[in-house]
């Protein structure tokens, strides 16, 4: 298997800013004037102006987010003889290594596909995240799906089947490394997958 270094895409981005974009520019009509959008559900014109004031502030940083993947791609994923490393460039990056590894699971949450890694060591990595709102995040993944470690292919220039796949092909790569029988193995070429 080749090593894969997978970044963050910028045709995504660009779909997440014109969808900002056009969220802000309706909420900013919320905010200017409110009596339009009264109606038998929202009838005071100052509840109205907060959810467009909300709405500016969630949609910002939607816009926020996709300007800086547009003008700068980052690595997110790199495959290799390791294991699967996330967001490889960043202070807090993880490596997780294939013998920590069980299998991998897709779930749908809000027809996001979201792919779940079940690791051997699930309170290892519970215990590893120092950053509350993430921990909180992982606690819930680890409660409801058996473990604390996904990956969204939202932002990522590739689809999830080919991701799937991709983690697949190392996972039993390894084993096959480990069990000593031929087959697939590391070789170390880098293929970069970007949009």
Known sequence: MIKKEI????????????????????????IINPKVFINPFLQASYLIQGIGLLSVLFFGFGMYVATRRIVKTELALVVDVEGIHMYPKKANSKLINWECIIGFSEIKINGQKILIIKVSNPEYWLLRESNMIKKKMMQFNFSNYGSPLSISTGFLAISQEDLVQILEEGLSAKKVETTGKEGDFFISETQVIKS
Do not use: D, G, N, Q
Request: glycine share 0%; proline share 0%; aromatic share 16%.
């Open 7 to 30: 970044y963050t895409s910028e045709k995504k981005a660009m779909r997440l800013l014109v969808i900002s974009l056009f969220f802000i520019a309706l909420s900013v009509c919320f």
